[in-house]
């Protein structure tokens, strides 16, 4: 807590307890200090061990495991306020000090009481022990919560989830401070809520509950409809749903915490049975005048006595009679229509009323422990003081209540202060309060208090209503100083009183009840013919509820406000046997909305909680006490005296810093064990201080610890260098010398393998046999020919040892490489290789040029890029004129005539038909051959480029001679115009150098093949054309 003394802490956040305000008279410093923290999602602050607690209306991430450790076993002062903090300190001193404890919660509807319970028992359960046992009596005492919730919470306008009771509960722990046991006492039901709600409110949860449970079977069991309006005792508020209940997840949570508790089947099908009960009751409507009345419709009656096992007939007679009883005799006579609507709604609030009280007694009995444990922390969650437009029995009786605990909460305050001065020796000095003892005496004093005024007028005969109440009221209480009626106030007070009303002015303020109903609720009057009928009923619940004794019983039984004083007293005793915790729970605004801070509303709530009070009656002495050993470790940095470290008593380090910090003597008391100090200024100043020394306490606090921690680094990675290399010598050395063993192992084998290389394999040679086989697989793998290039034929050479298989592996490779090679094959590729196959087959060891033409790819055009450009003027005047189709192949060559032999540069076409001789500069047609006219293509088989085409002269075209061409790619021209002429065995390569041609029609020629060093082609001297090659020549790739 020490962190929010901060200057800046302070200015944003405001202080974490009150008592440390400087103007703490101020309810607007109280207000701001409160909505700083509020703004901030800060919703606790303490009042000294007061907890003061804000709704957030919605959920802060302040309630994990994490956090229940950061509390855990931590005094409230070293950490931030939370409620963790008070079931932390209230759970240490049961364990330490063997004193029972009590945490009293309190607030107005909407506050957040209920969910500040759970939280304390969510944290006693996480930090306390745990065996196979005590988390069973754990899972029970968080799944009371559920089922009590159910049964007696509502939706009001001010809360979704208000609880309509006050609660008591009893958390026993063992000697080791495990939960073995509980029970729980319950206060001042609102039973007027199951018969009437106001607009915008609804029953209590069961009943839409019970209706949204999704199982129709059970429904139909109960002879329930899953509508909510269709009851009478539900549709009153205008409300049956809630958009932040979820009515039927929550009925599922609730009968799983029945099973937990040790509700049996059959008990829990009886409790749903008699909750159904009261639902077909309230729809019971009766028809008559003032002296008679009869039910509109038996059914309801019939089906609702059903429920129960109570006969029909019973049920509708005690509906609509009443039996009186005068002088000894019974007579029975007929309830009016108003009188039975009173006596049918008297019914429901009566079982529902007596279901409830049996409901707690069936869960302590659950969570009884029978080993008598005194160890107890007492959770109270009860109403806070109410203020509403119209304030009637039930507010009188809860303000009385809060009365009684603020009386006993100023009592128990004072009194652990007084004690802490004294056993500090501190004088004590007397505090000044508003003593409410004479508003409990106004209310409860007896034969004079207005509780013991109401139940004589309930008792006394004659015509008894709320007016003759008032009038004995302001005759026996009219003179008293808190008590005000129209009949006793002045002039100006008459004009807010009505004649049936009464002022009390509480310690909270005045509060103005209406006496409209006190006499009946006082009475809380059921009619013996009712309690007959449901005394025979089969339902066990009912049996238990409503014995048969209690009708033998003669003597009337105690008014409500008389049980609840007396329960009430019961509960003062209960807490004053304990040391009580407070948790002041606040609303923060009535629209339940989250981030909003409406200040009237607060400032209401902060008068009636008597926080102001609390404040005044804590800082009447000091604002601040700690132990001597808590101070001085917080502050001796702010002398030099005590600084770093007093070895003298704390006491004595205490004064020598308060002299060094220059404290006024009125400011402080040096008590015992602790330090108080009166004024907060002073306390603030320190803290500024420290803040200040701390900047350089880090700087030399961080120079030491940074000089400390680079030294201890620098001698680790000293050592660590020093054994590391230690260690990898030592294994470097083992390591070479296994390596010289095994080398010296491996050269001897090799040498006796060597001498011994020539005998079978043994023993003595096998090792180095695997060497030579190793090393000459591996050159295999490094010398391989290429898969690539299937014309590559070398191979390494193997020694004697493997001759054979590597023979085996030659083949292997070769035809692998040949399959591979093959497969890598397109479509397109393995045509131009079937004509390379068919080249191969005319040519191959007959054509000197051949072996020079296989490597060079096969195209659909030998032409060089500028004849190219030609093509479409040849295709427009020579292959178009004459029908033929686009080019096979074309390519360019030298032709010779047939007179002289004079060369000429043409481009010969092959097409689909025909050959086209064009002129190879301007694409003119000069000579077509249509394939039936050609007889036979004739080469040598030197490495020259001549080819002579054999044409037929017969007919028309008889003066024409054969067609001799010169070309560099003979290979490939002369197999593309054989397959596409279809004439490949027309194909002649002449061996022996002289082929005849025909000159024309009858005259005859030749062409003579001769070797030489240069390529030449001449007319020779006997008139033939001599050409002269070289058995290689280089090809035009």
């Known amino acids: 807590m020490e962190r929010g003394l901060r200057a800046s802490v302070r200015q944003h956040v405001g202080v974490d307890d009150f008592v440390l305000l400087e103007d703490y008279r101020s309810e607007d410093a109280f207000l701001d200090n409160l909505r700083k923290r509020f703004k901030r999602g800060v919703i606790y602050t303490y009042i000294g061990s007061v907890l003061v607690s804000v709704n957030p209306y919605r959920t802060l991430p302040i309630y994990d495991r994490e956090t229940i450790e950061k509390y855990r076993g931590v005094n409230f002062y070293e950490v931030e306020p939370h409620i963790y903090a008070t079931a932390d300190t209230a759970y240490r001193s049961l364990r330490g000090e063997g004193t029972n404890q009590c945490i009293l919660i309190s607030g107005e509807s909407g506050a957040g009481k209920t969910e500040a319970s759970k939280k304390i028992l969510q944290y006693l359960a996480a930090v306390s022990t745990h065996s196979a046992e005590v988390d069973r009596v754990k899972d029970r005492l968080l799944q009371s919560n559920p089922v009590l919730e159910a049964f007696g919470n509502a939706k009001t306008t001010r809360n979704d989830n208000s609880s309509r009771f006050g609660k008591y509960m009893d958390v026993q722990f063992d000697f080791v401070g495990a ?11 609102e039973k007027s809520r199951v018969v009437h709600q106001s607009n915008g409110e609804r029953n209590f949860h069961v009943f839409y509950q019970l209706l949204e449970c999704g199982d129709s079977q059970f429904l139909g069991e109960l002879a329930l409809s899953s509508e909510p309006y269709d009851y009478f005792y539900l549709r009153q508020g205008e409300c049956t749903r809630v ?326 007293a019961e509960l003062m005793t209960i807490l004053m046997s304990k040391q009580p915790s407070y948790v002041r729970c606040i609303k923060p605004n009535d629209d339940k909305k989250g981030g909003v801070f409406d200040e009237p509303i607060i400032a209401h709530q902060v008068k009636y909680l008597g926080l102001m009070e609390n404040l005044r009656v804590r800082r009447a002495g000091f604002a601040y006490r700690r132990s001597y050993e808590v101070f001085l470790n917080r502050y001796k940095s702010l002398a030099q005296e005590t600084w770093p470290n007093w070895h003298d008593s704390p006491k004595e380090g205490v004064k020598t810093l308060v002299s060094s910090l220059g404290y006024l003597p009125e400011s402080y008391r040096l008590g015992k064990t602790k330090i108080f100090i009166r004024f907060p200024r002073t306390l603030f100043d320190t803290e500024d201080l420290l803040q200040n020394r701390k900047h350089g306490l880090a700087t030399i606090i961080q120079a030491e610890v940074r000089m400390h921690s680079t030294r201890q680094r620098f001698l680790r990675m000293k050592l660590a260098v020093t054994i590391l290399a230690c260690h990898w010598r030592r294994k470097a050395a083992r390591r070479l010398l296994l390596k010289r063993r095994g080398a010296v192992a491996v050269v001897r084998r090799f040498i006796i393998g060597f001498m011994n290389r020539k005998e079978p394999r043994n023993r003595n040679n096998e090792f180095f046999l695997d060497f030579v086989y190793q090393s000459f697989l591996h050159n295999i793998k490094r010398s391989l020919p290429p898969m690539n290039s299937i014309l590559d034929k070398t191979w390494p050479a193997a020694p004697p040892a493997m001759r054979e298989a590597s023979d085996r592996l030659r083949d292997i490779y070769f035809r692998l490489r040949c399959v591979a090679y093959c497969r890598s094959f397109t479509p397109e590729r393995k045509a131009i290789m079937q004509v390379k196959l068919e080249a191969s087959q005319l040519f191959k060891g007959k054509k000197h040029s051949y072996p020079q033409s296989v490597r060079i790819p096969f195209r659909d055009s030998a032409l060089s890029s500028e004849q190219k450009q030609l093509m479409p003027a040849i295709e427009k005047m020579a292959l178009s004129p004459l029908g033929e189709g686009p080019p096979v192949f074309s390519f360019p060559c030298t032709k010779y005539d047939r007179h002289g032999y004079k060369p000429r540069d043409r481009i010969l076409v092959l097409t689909d038909k025909s050959l086209v001789l064009v002129d190879a500069k301007n694409g003119k047609l000069k000579q077509h051959i249509p394939f039936s006219s050609l007889q036979g293509i004739s080469v040598s088989h030197l490495a020259d480029g001549v080819i002579i085409f054999h044409l037929n002269t017969s007919g028309k075209k008889e003066k024409e001679g054969d067609l001799i061409v010169d070309t560099d790619h003979l290979i490939e021209a002369v197999v593309k115009i054989a397959r596409t002429a279809d004439k490949m065995n027309a194909v002649t390569v002449d061996p022996q150098g002289r082929i005849e041609h025909k000159i024309d029609g009858k005259k005859m020629g030749a062409v003579v093949f001769v070797s030489g060093s240069d390529f030449s082609i001449v007319k020779a001297k006997d008139g033939s054309l001599e050409v002269r090659s070289a058995r290689r020549r280089s090809l035009v790739l």
């Open 179 to 189: 939960p073995v046991g509980g029970h729980i006492l319950n206060y001042l039901l």
């Open 243 to 568: 958009s932040s209940i979820n009515d039927q997840t929550e009925f599922k949570v609730v009968k799983k915490a029945l099973s937990v508790l040790g509700f049996r089947k059959d008990a829990i099908k009886a409790l749903f049975s008699v909750v159904a009960f009261v639902l077909h009751l309230g729809n019971a409507e009766f028809t008559g005048d003032e002296q008679k009345s009869s039910l509109k419709d038996k059914s309801q009656a019939e089906t609702a006595a059903k429920l129960i096992g109570c006969p029909g007939e019973s049920l509708a007679t005690a509906l609509t009679n009443r039996t009186i009883e005068a002088r000894g005799d019974k007579v029975l006579t007929t309830l009016s229509c108003e009188q039975a609507f009173y006596a049918r709604d008297a019914l429901a609030k009566a079982v529902y009323s007596r279901v409830f009280s049996w409901l707690v007694m069936q869960l302590n009995s659950s969570l009884e422990n029978k080993d008598q444990s005194e160890a107890l922390i007492g959770l109270l969650d009860i109403y806070g003081f109410e203020i509403f437009q119209v304030n009637g029995f039930e507010q009188f009786c809860i303000n009385y209540c809060n009365e009684k605990l603020q009386q006993l909460f100023i009592e128990l305050t004072l009194k652990s202060e007084q004690e802490e001065y004294l056993s500090e020796g501190i004088e004590w000095e007397q505090v000044d309060y508003f003593n409410n003892k004479v508003i409990c005496d106004l209310v409860e004093l007896r034969h004079q208090g207005i509780i013991s005024v109401l139940d004589e007028e309930c008792v006394r005969p004659g015509d008894v209503n709320d007016l003759t109440f008032l009038t004995k009221m302001n005759k026996l209480v009219g003179k008293h100083p808190h008590y005000l009626s129209h009949e006793t106030a002045d002039y100006e007070a008459r004009k807010f009183l009505g004649r049936e009303d009464f002022q009390l002015k509480h310690y909270a303020g005045n509060v103005t009840y209406n006496i409209k109903g006190f006499i009946d609720k006082n009475n809380d009057l059921l009619f013996r013919n009712l309690k007959e009928a449901m005394s025979v009923a089969s339902n066990p619940i009912l049996q238990a509820t409503f014995p048969k004794t209690e009708l033998q019983s003669q003597k009337r039984p105690p008014t409500a406000a008389t049980q609840f004083k007396d329960s009430l």
